[in-house]
């Protein structure tokens, strides 16, 4: 018999590419999503990839019924748990509803896992934790802090998880700390598809080189990095989404870990500029500006955690991210999505 994960926000960026590896690892994947940040097609097109309709229910991890019915209609085994909002301004200026979305949610969801008897969860949650980095590169014994209500919820719900496994061992629980996931299924079908003008680079970079925007601003060439401009540590979703499929086969021997999932490698805003001009055959053009407020020069893993813990590591390369996106965008773009 196949284990049934549910993956709350299973039909966002990272979600859908995780439905697509656990199917290929033999399990089967329930997505709950209230499609707040996803669209609908987004199951259809996961379907595709892996040949068999993936099960769906929309909702809303703040409503426990909704949530015990899945459960247990389903026999869910683990949950996979992705809900929750994630840029860091739009926290700023709305942390009631970061707070609500993210750490209520996530009381909602812990409330019903212990009603239907399901105690074993991986959690998403961020290098963010480690706030500015005091040493390079960043270890899981890292001090924890942060800047920014989205930092809080992923520091506070890590919290209540530790606590929840000090109060009964009966809980496995696993928080994944990602770096910065890029890239996308290597058939071009799923992606990431953010509303709106993005923050994030390679999102950014995409709508350039697809001549949605005239220019990428580089947010600082000043930093003391090898060409002045920040640093950090992209790991291809997908890599990433077999990080989930191992930490969740092995959730009955952990406890309650916090694990790094990146490559250990940072890759400069140039260096990431100048390969995926390399790779796509595309211009990007940019202009340099002054540094971002709240960014720090260089952000990148230790991830030798992951590797002893979870038998893990990445395999794909930054060209391998950036070939990815651009067919993603170009998907995305002759489909008008
Ligand atoms: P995403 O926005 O693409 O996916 C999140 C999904 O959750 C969306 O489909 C959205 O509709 C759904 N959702 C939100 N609130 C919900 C609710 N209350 N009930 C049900 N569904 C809800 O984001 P993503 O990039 O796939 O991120 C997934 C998780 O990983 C998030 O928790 C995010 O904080 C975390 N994370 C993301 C990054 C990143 O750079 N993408 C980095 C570190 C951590
Ligand atoms: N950058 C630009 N121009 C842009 C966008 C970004 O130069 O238009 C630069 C930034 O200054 C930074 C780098 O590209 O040096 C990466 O920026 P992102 O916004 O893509 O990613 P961040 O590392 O700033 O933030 C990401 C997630 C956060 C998370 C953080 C730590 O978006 O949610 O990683 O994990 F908190």
Redesign the pocket.
């Known amino acids: 018999m196949p284990d049934t994960i549910l993956l709350?926000?299973g039909?966002?960026?990272?979600?859908s590419h995780i439905c697509v590896e656990l199917a290929k690892a033999g399990h089967r994947p329930v997505v709950?999503?209230?499609?707040?940040?996803?669209k609908p097609s987004v199951m259809e097109r996961v379907g595709r990839i892996i040949g068999r309709p993936v099960d769906f229910v929309q909702?809303?991890?703040?409503d426990g019924d909704v949530l015990r019915r899945t459960l247990r209609d389903f026999k869910v085994r683990s949950v996979i748990h992705?809900?929750?909002?994630?840029a860091v301004g739009e926290s700023v200026s709305m942390p009631l509803a970061y707070y609500d979305?993210n750490v209520v949610?996530t009381l909602r969801l812990l409330e019903a896992m212990e009603a239907c008897d399901v105690r074993s969860i991986v959690f998403?949650?961020?290098a963010t934790v480690y706030g500015v980095p005091k040493q390079l590169p960043l270890d899981e014994s890292h001090p924890l802090s942060t800047t920014n209500p989205y930092g809080q919820t992923k520091l506070v719900i890590e919290g209540i998880l530790r606590d929840l496994r000090q109060a009964s061992d009966r809980w496995h629980i696993c928080l994944l700390r990602?770096f910065?996931?890029v890239g996308a299924h290597e058939s071009g079908t799923i992606g990431?598809d953010p509303h709106g003008m993005p923050n994030?680079l390679m999102p950014f970079v995409l709508k350039v080189a697809a001549g949605r925007a005239t220019e990428l601003s580089v947010w600082g060439g000043d930093y003391p990095t090898p060409d002045g401009t920040g640093v950090r540590d992209y790991i291809h979703v997908v890599d990433l989404a077999i990080g989930h499929v191992r930490a969740m086969e092995r959730l009955d021997t952990i406890g309650c870990e916090a694990i790094n999932l990146g490559t250990g490698r940072g890759t400069s805003v140039l260096e990431l500029v100048k390969a995926f001009e390399r790779v796509n055959g595309v211009r990007v053009p940019f202009v340099m500006k002054d540094r971002r407020t709240g960014d720090v020069a260089s952000c990148f893993a230790d991830p030798s955690l992951a590797h002893t813990r979870l038998g893990w590591k990445t395999e794909r390369s930054i060209d391998d991210m950036c070939r990815d996106a651009w067919r993603w965008q170009q998907f995305a773009v002759a489909q008008g999505l």
């Open positions: 709350t926000g039909a966002g960026f990272i979600g709950l999503d209230n499609l707040c940040n996803s909702g809303d991890i703040r992705l809900a929750g909002l994630k979305n949610g998403s949650s961020s990602y910065n996931p990431e994030n």
